[in-house]
């Protein structure tokens, strides 16, 4: 079973949406042939690579959610909590996040993606680092078990730049116009925020899928 997961480190649906899939995954029989892949979805392309306000802060802006931003943000924590996740959106502070997802891509060349989306996740939701900042997401993806050495030659050039830019063709052309969001198996676009029972559930009927397709059989 191919899982293909669209996410962006910026969003505190995906910090949830990735524990929650994370728990349906541990929750499969341990025979299950699963290949998980993170594919690169930027919410703001344009975004300055320099911090600027809150999360929280934006959140209120009368083009968002302006006065009903303290209940809002107040239920995303509320989620995130009983997920064992703290969401400090009066720390995090939106940047591009288009090097850290380039770094993502090198983490998955290297089989540390999973490590490493947990850990920018964390980074940026929980501790309100600068996502964008080079020596940050060193520090993260040496943290997450990658070679110093290529981290910093990633961030240095535009390695793994054309990966990003083919996940964001391939979401487009999959229908997938926000994150988080799952493609199994190459199937239609589904939301990732579902509750972890739920994906487990979604889940196991493809694995039953793949096991009863003509292609799969001895």
Known sequence: MRIDSYLDVLCPWCFIGQRRLMTALAGLPGSAQVELRWRSFELDPQRSRIPGRSAAAEMADPDWW????PARIARIRALGAAEGLELNL???RPVNTF??????QLATARGHANELVASLLHAYHTEGRDVADPQVLESI???AGLPRAEVRAVLAGDAYGDAVRADERHAAERGVTGVPTLVIDGGPPIPGIQPATTLLALLRDALDHTAGSPTTRP
């Open 66 to 69: 302006g006065s009903d931003a």
């Open 90 to 92: 009066h720390l995090a």
């Open 99 to 104: 090097d850290a997802h380039r770094l993502i």
């Open 141 to 143: 993806g040496t943290a």
